[in-house]
């Protein structure tokens, strides 16, 4: 057998790839790739499909139940994230949970929480299209897994990578809309709504207290639906 007829071989195989996906963007990640999220997170912390693997402290993989009805997915980690592996911790995290919790919703029991990048870039910087583009298999495998009925989009970045929808957060937030057969909502991202304190009628938070009402509302027409 010649050379190039054992090469034509080993290329046409799929020996190893499945354990390549860490090492190089240009590994697909076909969906059903992963059978939970375990192994999922085990090759986001081995992870160097572009250089935020370089700079990590952990990988933010996702927290919440693994079967919620209501999934976040937020930009990236940041500095209390990267520490302790997992996301919206801080103090835009503590907000979040405040907001969730105003209409009764548990993220222990409703909400797996995520985000776009696994990895902190440096500086809370946005992650670079590249990123995204290397990090985005991982959350559409997250997102099939956990099968959520509605996704919540946390800013512009979350809404750009996972929609492609590029126009301003202020000109879309509280807007259904359908994705690959599921509810999206953008939403303002919690570290925005701590830039902006104001409770005025049309400010970020009280705009924020009228989507979550709304999200309650659709959470509770679908769970009616359900118990049919």
């Known amino acids: 057998m010649s050379n190039e007829h054992q090469l034509s071989l080993f290329e046409e195989s799929n020996f190893n790839q499945k354990e390549l ?122 997102i099939r897994l956990v099968d959520p009925k509605i996704i919540l989009l946390a800013g512009a970045t979350a809404v750009k990578a996972l929609i492609n929808d590029k126009r301003g957060i202020t000109k879309i937030r509280g807007t259904w809309m359908e994705w690959k057969g599921r509810l999206c909502m953008p939403i303002f991202h919690p570290s925005y709504l701590l830039r902006n304190q104001s409770r005025e009628v049309g400010s970020p938070k009280w705009l924020m207290w009228q989507d979550i009402q709304t999200v309650r509302a659709k959470y509770d027409e679908i769970l009616a639906v359900s118990d049919r």
């Open 21 to 142: 996906i860490p090492t190089d963007a240009k590994i697909p990640i076909p969906l059903g790739t992963y059978a939970n999220m375990t192994e999922l997170a085990q090759h986001c912390n081995q992870c160097h499909r572009c250089p935020l693997g370089n700079t990590r402290t952990h990988a933010v993989v996702g927290r919440g139940n693994l079967k919620a009805p209501i999934m976040i997915v937020g930009e990236a980690p940041g500095q209390n994230e990267d520490e302790t592996g997992l996301p919206f911790v801080g103090k835009a995290g503590q907000l979040l949970e405040k907001i969730l919790a105003s209409v009764k919703l548990d993220t222990e029991k409703d909400v797996y929480i995520s985000n776009v990048n696994k990895c902190r870039p440096p500086g809370n910087r946005v992650p670079t299209n590249e990123e995204m583009e290397a990090c985005k298999p991982y959350l559409l495998e997250q």
